[in-house]
């Protein structure tokens, strides 16, 4: 079994001061050999910037760095 990592998307989005912060949806997941052959099995989600840090969804459009304490809206992309 090796865990793995792969970047599924980067999200625009804009601070309270109207400036771009990108986020990178990223997801682990496991590749195994199996008879029928590889496969791969998702894991775990997560957002972080692009600076490395943690970032908690609140709603479908609204992020929040808990670091920092900064709201991010999508913006729309």
């Given at each position: 079994?090796?865990?793995?990592?792969?970047?599924?998307?980067?999200?625009?989005?804009?601070?309270?001061?109207?400036?771009?912060v990108i986020?990178?949806?990223?997801?682990y997941y496991?590749?195994?050999?199996?008879?029928?052959?590889?496969?791969?099995?998702?894991?775990?989600?997560?957002?972080?910037?692009?600076?490395?840090?943690?970032?908690?969804?609140?709603?479908?459009?609204?992020?929040?760095?808990?670091?920092?304490?900064?709201?991010?809206?999508?913006?729309?992309?």
């Amino acid at each position: 079994m090796v865990t793995m990592d792969r970047e599924l998307r980067r999200i625009r989005c804009v601070n309270e001061d109207g400036d771009t912060v990108i986020l990178v949806e990223s997801q682990y997941y496991d590749r195994r050999s199996t008879a029928a052959g590889d496969r791969e099995y998702p894991g775990a989600r997560r957002i972080e910037t692009l600076g490395g840090m943690s970032v908690r969804l609140i709603d479908a459009a609204i992020y929040e760095v808990p670091e920092t304490g900064e709201f991010l809206r999508d913006a729309g992309d």
